[in-house]
């Protein structure tokens, strides 16, 4: 069983940056290192849409919509994992959700409860 907590939401300009953070809680037995981490974020009335992944072995992909201004990292001492956004545009004002899966058994898979992101001047 994995829990995620997502921090470090809210509202920003446009232009501006903000870094969210998910906090893994792992079972005992189990470790963070194994699971494959990414950010989707879903705006009202549009589907949840990946945003950015990095693997357990640290290889990272992004969407077209935010590749160039957005950066995923894990720390995985502190079960963590970032997204550092920049240049945010309007059409980035979502809930953003923090996702785990592991790497071997891909049904285990688990989702933060969503934070929510407003950009506006």
């Known amino acids: 069983q994995v829990s995620l907590v997502e921090s470090g939401g809210g509202l920003v300009q446009p232009g501006g940056s903000l870094r969210l953070s998910c906090v893994a809680s792992?079972?005992?037995?189990?470790?963070?290192?194994?699971?494959?981490m990414s950010w989707f974020r879903q705006a009202p009335g549009k589907d949840r849409e990946l945003v950015a992944s990095?693997?357990?072995?640290?290889?990272?992909e992004y969407s077209n919509s935010v590749g160039g201004r957005f950066t995923i990292t894990r720390d995985n001492w502190l079960n963590t994992v970032y997204l550092q956004m920049d240049s945010l545009k309007y059409e980035g004002a979502a809930v953003y959700y923090c996702?785990?899966?592991?790497?071997?058994?891909?049904?285990?898979?688990?989702w933060g409860q969503g934070i929510q992101v407003t950009v506006s001047s």
């Open positions: 996702y785990a899966r592991h790497m071997m058994f891909k049904s285990r898979e688990f």
């Open positions: 792992v079972a005992e037995g189990n470790a963070f290192s194994n699971y494959d």
């Open positions: 990095i693997t357990n072995g640290f290889r990272t």
